[in-house]
Each structure stands twice: as structure tokens, then as C-alpha cells.
């Protein structure tokens, strides 16, 4: 068989093969007895049953607009696949790889080899949104990049502290400690001989002012970030002649469990402070460090005023823009829960996560406008302008309405749960999301050997042929 045939083969096995999972995906599902299940029963398999289905379906809906569930064995074979390929390499580009290197071992050490099933699922909500969910089942526990999204879900910093009428807010976790324990051993083990001793002295080495090295920040590192952000329609301003008028706005950042920080810092920054001189005022009583500014940093819109606040024994940094958003965010009596968009694009949604993000209706139609009259001042051609203007007025209604999501990890996996004007849920996204790490990974580790594209195709084929006597 001729290489040059292969692409053709490849596109007539790939179409008669999705045509026969169409095939299979609309039959009816039989019965214990054989027969063909009644229409609106649902048949459980006994046999060949999946030990993950249950636990990937109790945080999910059945029965709605969609349902997806997949095992991700697939995943596993596409890394065995390029270990296959690097296997077939001459000896001479070989070497450009760290000694020992395996896909599967970077599989591991990333932690993604923990996902033993996702599924996914939406429904239509009232208000012509979608509820949407999707878990990754980890049941022996989340490793490697999985630990990055922190330790149980707690309750989430925006309920509490984002004031009323936030257009915009995020929280996320910076939770590197349990990464760096578990998986910087094998990282740097896989670090060239030659490059080691300088890669593990650079991680060690004390950083100034703070006199902790890389490795131990990132082993401290267990925090949690709110951004929030308020939209003030009543302040305008110009950033550039030919730009549109942006919206003002206030903005605060609440950040936990970062206080080993700001003590390390205080005996730089403290005595800087004190100086009479100096542009800021401080109070530091009852172990609540404030910091403000004397006086606003510009002319309006431009007039910031910020205000730090750090509170030793919550482990708590307040930093605000503003006084009065300042106050509206430290005294809690005005919440993002007491507005009506955010309540209805909330509805469903749990109260605690590991990270969360929420945008108002008004923020996404400002938005919408801005790029809108950005393209009407940029000129072009009156066919570009009315392609825009056609591309807009399909976009315009999805921004209507709030949107908002959380990602909560569980004991035996991590949830995603949105209100989104699109439907966002689907188990094979989450399985080409992990794809496309280890696909990235492999191009990049690609990217120096240099070879002429005949001997690539040549290559491709082999490694397929030793596959195939593998299996």
C-alpha cells in the first residue's frame, strides 16, 4: 500500500466508524429478557457494568436536554501511542529527551491518570438559560495538575464580600504546595544530568527581600483570590482619541491565607511607612493592619484612593480602589446576593467551591458595545462592518443575562456546575481538554527534532505497524 493512500484509508475507516456509533447510539437498549426496552424505561446493564457510572451520575441530571458519559481509556492509548513513536526515533533525536523520559510517566507525575470517568449533562432553565454539570470521577484521590484546584470546597469568599451590583467576580484557588511536594521530585529527576545541580541550586536559592527560595514560597503557597469588580456607568473616560468611552469602575481584592507573606514583608516595608513623607497613613491595632492613601491618585474618573487592609488573625488582605467600595466591602451589609441578576444567574449553583466566576448582564452587553464601536471606528470595508454587525446581532441576545460558575471539588472527584445562555457541560470536552495537555506537551517536546516531511510520514507508519503488533 502506497503512504500517499493513507490519509484517504484513514478518512473511510474514521467515517464508517462514526457511522456505526450513530448506528449503535439510536438503537433501542434491550432488556434483561433480550427484548428491546418499552419506550421511556431506562435499561441498567448488569453485566460489563461500569464501576464509575453511579458515582459520575449522582452529580449530575438525567433526563433532560443532554447526558454524556465516557471512561477515559481512550486518553491512556493515545499516550502509549506517542511512547510508541518515541520509541521509533533514531537514537540521535532521542536524545533530546530527559533520560527515562515516557508519556505515561508524564501522564502520571501530572496527575491526569486519576480521572477514571467524566460525564456531563444539561437542562433548559425558565429563562432561556442552561444548568449545566460536569464531574471528573478521581477515586483514588485527585494528583499531580488535579491538586492545583485546592482542598475541599468551602464556602465562597464572593458570597460574602463581592458588594451589590458586581458585575464581574472570580475566585480561585493558588494551592501549589501539594504539587510541588508529590510531583517536583519527578520533574526535576527527569531534568537532564548536566542541568540539574544548576535547576535544583536556582530552586533553592533565598530570594530577597522574603529570604525564602522558589521551592519554599511554592510549598507555602495555599491561598485563595477573590477579584471583584463594580461598573460605575455615571464616570466616563477616553483611554485613546479613536477608542469609545469606557465605563469607570471600583474594584477589590480579597486574598486568604497569605498572612506568612505579609509578615515576612512587614520589616521591609513598615519602616518605609513610618517616613513623614511618606504618601500612605497606617494604623496597626488589634492585629489589623490598615493602609490608605492621602489623598486620590488623579482628576476623575481617575481619582483611585486605595486602601489595604490586612487582618492577622482571619488571614485576610483586603485591597480596595476606593474608600466607599472599601467600606461596602469590609462591612458586608450590601451583598452580591441582594441583586436580582446575580440571584437569577446563580439559581442552582452551590454556595461552596474551590473557584467560582459570575458576570453581569450590564458588564457583558458593555462589553458587547465597546467591541461593537471599536470596529465602526476602525473604518474597514462596509462588507467587513456589515459581516460584524450581522456576527453582533446573533451574539447580542446571549448577552442578556447573567452568567456564573463553580468548580467544588468533592471526595471522589471534581464538579462543574454553570448558568450559561449556551450549554457549557460536556464529558467530551473535559476528555479533548486532557488530550490537548499531553498533545501540547508532545509538540513542544517535538518542536527540535528536525526531520524532512517524507521521513515523517515514513516514521508515522511504523510507529502504527509496532502498535499494532503490540496489541
Avoid: C
Avoid at 454553570?418 to 457549557?424: E, K, L, W
Amino acid at each position: 500500500m502506497k503512504l500517499t493512500s493513507l490519509p484517504k484509508r484513514f478518512a473511510h475507516v474514521a467515517l464508517a466508524l462514526a457511522s456505526l456509533i450513530f448506528t449503535l447510539r439510536h438503537q433501542p437498549a434491550a432488556a434483561a429478557d433480550g427484548s428491546a426496552a418499552s419506550a421511556g424505561s431506562v435499561t441498567l446493564v448488569g453485566d460489563g457494568a461500569s464501576a464509575s457510572f453511579r458515582a459520575v451520575t449522582s452529580h449530575l441530571e438525567l433526563g433532560a436536554r443532554s447526558f454524556e458519559y465516557s471512561e477515559t481509556g481512550g486518553v491512556k492509548m493515545l499516550v502509549s501511542f506517542l511512547d510508541e513513536i518515541i520509541k521509533s526515533l533514531p537514537e540521535r533525536e532521542r536524545k533530546d529527551f530527559p533520560p527515562g523520559f515516557t508519556f505515561a510517566k508524564l501522564f502520571q507525575i501530572l496527575g491526569l491518570d486519576s480521572v477514571a470517568a467524566t460525564g456531563a449533562s444539561s437542562r433548559a432553565r425558565g429563562d432561556g438559560s442552561f444548568h449545566s454539570r460536569a464531574f471528573a470521577h478521581t477515586p483514588q484521590g485527585r494528583k499531580g495538575l488535579l491538586t492545583l484546584s485546592g482542598g475541599p470546597a468551602a464556602k465562597l469568599m464572593l458570597l460574602d464580600f463581592a458588594p451589590k451590583d458586581t458585575d464581574l467576580a472570580l475566585e480561585f484557588p493558588i494551592h501549589l504546595n501539594e504539587f510541588v511536594s508529590e510531583a517536583m521530585p519527578e520533574i526535576i529527576a527527569m531534568v537532564p544530568p548536566r542541568d540539574r545541580a544548576d535547576f535544583a541550586r536556582d530552586m533553592a536559592k533565598p530570594l530577597p527581600p522574603l529570604g525564602l527560595s522558589v521551592m519554599e514560597i511554592a510549598g507555602k503557597l495555599d491561598a485563595r483570590v477573590g477579584l471583584y469588580l463594580r461598573l460605575d456607568p455615571s464616570q466616563k473616560f477616553q483611554p485613546a482619541p479613536n477608542a469609545p468611552e469606557f465605563p469607570g469602575a471600583d474594584g477589590a481584592i480579597v486574598i486568604e491565607r497569605l498572612g506568612w507573606l505579609i509578615e515576612a514583608l512587614k520589616p521591609q516595608f513598615m519602616p518605609a511607612l513610618s517616613q513623614p513623607n511618606a504618601p500612605v497613613t497606617f494604623t496597626d491595632e488589634g492585629g489589623v493592619l490598615t493602609i490608605r492613601m492621602k489623598g486620590p491618585a488623579g482628576p476623575p474618573p481617575l481619582d483611585y484612593q486605595p486602601v489595604v487592609r490586612f487582618d492577622a488573625k482571619a488571614d485576610r488582605i483586603i485591597i480596595a480602589s476606593r474608600v466607599a467600595f472599601f467600606d461596602s466591602v469590609v462591612a458586608g451589609s450590601e451583598k452580591i446576593t441582594q441583586g436580582a441578576d446575580f440571584t437569577q444567574a446563580w439559581r442552582d449553583l452551590p454556595t461552596e467551591g474551590n473557584a467560582a466566576a459570575y458576570a453581569s448582564a450590564r458588564l457583558l452587553q458593555t462589553v458587547g458595545d465597546l467591541i461593537a464601536q471599536a470596529v465602526e471606528k476602525e473604518g474597514g470595508s462596509a462588507a467587513d462592518k456589515a459581516l460584524f454587525a450581522n456576527i453582533f446581532a446573533w451574539v447580542k441576545p446571549y448577552l442578556g443575562r447573567g452568567q456564573a460558575l463553580v468548580l467544588a471539588n468533592q471526595p471522589d472527584g471534581i464538579l462543574t456546575a454553570a448558568n450559561a445562555s449556551i450549554p457549557v457541560a460536556s464529558s467530551t470536552v473535559a476528555a479533548a481538554s486532557t488530550v490537548a495537555v499531553v498533545a501540547t506537551i508532545g509538540f513542544w517536546s517535538f518542536r527540535s527534532v528536525k526531520v524532512e516531511r517524507a521521513e515523517n510520514v515514513q516514521r508515522a507508519a511504523e510507529a502504527a505497524e509496532a502498535v499494532r503488533k503490540v496489541r
